[in-house]
């Protein structure tokens, strides 16, 4: 059993920053994905950014070149960076480590976007 700890969420302006952390209780290196996910009142959960074991990353086209994932397996930490944050980003992000037959996932922290 793993668990994910999100932390790093909060209030934020336009055009400000957050870098969200999510720490592993157990060893994350093996993991095939990391990612972070964002649910927003009344819509779907959706896959925000994605990185593989291989270091190669995805992210959905409305983040892409404002947030970066990253991880640090000694850490056991994924990291999600954003930047140039808008009122549409406002959501709950959870964190998501995935091995292919099973996954875990984080109890979410609340990112507002807001002025």
């Known amino acids: 059993q793993v668990q994910l700890v999100e932390s790093g969420g909060g209030l934020v302006q336009p055009g400000g920053a957050l870098r969200l952390s999510c720490a592993a209780s157990?060893?994350?290196?093996?993991?095939?994905?990391l990612g972070w996910y964002r649910q927003a009142p009344g819509k779907q959960r959706e896959l925000v950014a994605a990185?593989?074991?291989?270091?190669?990353?995805n992210y959905a086209d409305s983040v892409k070149c404002r947030f970066t994932i990253a991880r640090d397996n000694a850490k056991n930490t994924v990291y999600l960076q954003m930047n140039s944050l808008k009122p549409e980003d406002t959501a709950v992000y959870y964190c998501?480590?995935?091995?292919?037959?099973?996954?875990?996932w984080g109890q979410g922290t609340q990112v507002t976007v807001s002025s």
């Open positions: 998501n480590a995935d091995w292919g037959l099973f996954d875990y």
């Open positions: 157990g060893i994350i290196a093996s993991a095939h994905v």
């Open positions: 990185i593989r074991s291989g270091r190669s990353t």
